[in-house]
T-cell receptor, first 114, second 114 residues
Framework: DQQVKQNSPSLSVQEGRISILNCDYTNSMFDYFLWYKKYPAEGPTFLISISSIKDKNEDGRFTVFLNKSAKHLSLHIVPSQPGDSAVYFC?????????????FGQGTTLQVKP | DAGVTQSPTHLIKTRGQQVTLRCSPI?????VSWYQQVLGQGPQFIFQ???????GRGNFPDRFSARQFPNYSSELNVNALLLGDSALYLCASSLGTGLFTEAFFGQGTRLTVV
């Protein structure tokens, strides 16, 4: 049962343009959502997060939008840079779990072309 | 400051063998979580330990076990290895448990079962 889904395995964007990565979830009990970036041969690194009580969080070039009614979140990267090329994972947490357990999507590979 | 360190980085084992993976958390972090990432999928939660006690367990068979030591380092053991256990095993450390606690990942141990 895939509770967090990233339906686009890959995305290719021109440098300077906007990258939009999408994520859908099925469990309405999720309280917190996170985006991680992963380069080859490295572990995932935290990028940005959003609480379920908000609908937008911004950090520099990165903005995450949350639409609770649609159970959908998206990560916007503006402007995209070649160094942003990586695998992006969406993850969710439930506050009631008390473990910090992260439930990840399958990932989307972003390629930013110079 | 050293990040999360995992050893070994790569490992090849034969079906039926046993394997032990090691993780040293960031200094001061008391929580360690283990994730399995199969090729093409997102990381899947295996265990979380906090203050040497198991706080959470994912949907993995009893062949998987873990422990945390007084210095907060951790070991993940897998018995009776199957071909399907081939994956990247990620360790994450955090200050505590629960929501809004950022998890920092190590580079992972690539396990190949032949």
């Amino acid at each position: 049962d895939q509770q967090v889904k990233q339906n686009s395995p890959s995305l290719s964007v021109q440098e300077g343009r906007i990258s939009i990565l999408n994520c859908d979830y099925t469990n309405s009990m999720f309280d917190y959502f996170l985006w991680y970036k992963k380069y080859p041969a490295e572990g995932p690194t935290f990028l940005i997060s959003i609480s379920s009580i908000k609908d937008k969080n911004e950090d520099g070039r990165f903005t995450v939008f949350l639409n609770k009614s649609a159970k959908h979140l998206s990560l916007h990267i503006v402007p995209s840079q070649p160094g942003d090329s990586a695998v992006y994972f969406c993850a969710a947490q439930r506050g009631s779990s008390n473990t910090g357990k992260l439930i990840f999507g399958q990932g989307t590979t972003l390629q930013v072309k110079p | 400051d050293a990040g999360v360190t995992q050893s070994p980085t790569h490992l090849i084992k034969t079906r039926g063998q046993q394997v032990t993976l090691r993780c040293s958390p960031i200094s001061g972090h008391k929580s360690v979580s283990w994730y399995q990432q199969v090729l093409g999928q997102g990381p899947q939660f295996i265990f979380q330990y906090y203050e040497k006690e198991e706080r959470g367990r994912g949907n993995f068979p009893d062949r998987f076990s873990a422990r945390q030591f007084p210095n907060y380092s951790s070991e993940l053991n897998v018995n009776a290895l199957l071909l399907g256990d081939s994956a990247l095993y990620l360790c994450a450390s955090s200050l505590g448990t629960g929501l809004f606690t950022e998890a920092f990942f190590g580079q992972g141990t690539r396990l190949t079962v032949v």
